[in-house]
Nanobody, 117 residues
Framework: QVQLVESGGGLVQPGGSLRLSCAPS????????MGWYRQAPGKQREFVID???????DYADSVKGRFTISRDNAKNTVFLQMNSLKPEDTALYYC???????????WGQGTQVTVSS
């Protein structure tokens, strides 16, 4: 069974940066969209950012200008560069991949990002 392996979370001070990465544990056929959701304590999971196989990106308004997504198609890996982090960015960040025939979504276990002084 395919798992998504996330890395790069941690504790950072406000204004700092973190880089998350996510890759499947084995090859997935026909990857389309890759991206991230997040869930803060006591809140619902929310969309953060994604990127299609064609390179089109979509961002939540709250992260525009601060977060950047990229992907390495040869390695089926997606990266999330987070700059100018704020305490309200504190959450469990979940990677997702839409892939396969028929298409379905795969989810990571989540990586914790904590922004605090």
């Amino acid at each position: 069974q395919v798992q998504l392996v996330e890395s790069g979370g941690g504790l950072v001070q406000p204004g700092g940066s973190l880089r998350l990465s996510c890759a499947p544990s084995r090859s997935i056929f026909s990857i389309n969209t890759m991206g991230w959701y997040r869930q803060a304590p006591g809140k619902q999971r929310e969309f953060v950012i994604d990127i299609t196989d064609g390179g089109s990106t979509d961002y939540a308004d709250s992260v525009k200008g601060r977060f950047t997504i990229s992907r390495d198609n040869a390695k089926n890996t997606v990266f999330l560069q987070m700059n100018s982090l704020k305490p309200e960015d504190t959450a469990l960040y979940y990677c997702f991949v839409v892939a396969g025939v028929p298409m379905r979504a795969y989810w990571g276990q989540g990586t914790q990002v904590t922004v605090s002084s």
